[in-house]
Nanobody, 122 residues
Framework: QVQLVESGGGLVQAGGSLRLSCAASGLTFSSYAMGWFRQASGKEREFVAA????????HYADSVKGRFTISRDNAKNTLYLQMNSLKPEDTAVYYC???????????????WGQGTQVTVSS
């Protein structure tokens, strides 16, 4: 079975940094583009960042551009999201997702992790 397991979430002060990880199993990791999404309380799930199969291209939501960095290590079957200069508005459950295509819309992704909570205090 395909499994995506996020980790690294927690409580951080505004201006701080956090690194999320997503461990993948049950799939050929390098054959999947990967994405990070987030969902704040009472809001729709939104796109955060995406990365191509070998990491050659990335794309970010305007709200996180310049602050977040998506990366992947195919040898470790792991996706990362480095989050710097965190703001209270970044508070959300963060999900990793996998899809055979390089896409930005949540409803186009095939596989999802369970999410990890990120809370940024003011």
């Amino acid at each position: 079975q395909v499994q995506l397991v996020e980790s690294g979430g927690g409580l951080v002060q505004a201006g701080g940094s956090l690194r999320l990880s997503c461990a993948a199993s049950g799939l050929t990791f390098s054959s999947y583009a990967m994405g990070w999404f987030r969902q704040a309380s009472g809001k729709e799930r939104e796109f955060v960042a995406a990365i191509t199969w070998s990491g050659g291209r990335t794309h970010y939501a305007d709200s996180v551009k310049g602050r977040f960095t998506i990366s992947r290590d195919n040898a470790k079957n792991t996706l990362y999201l480095q989050m710097n200069s965190l703001k209270p508005e970044d508070t959300a459950v963060y999900y990793c997702a996998a899809d055979p295509f390089y896409r930005y819309n949540a409803d186009e992704y095939d596989y999802w992790g369970q999410g990890t909570q990120v809370t940024v205090s003011s």
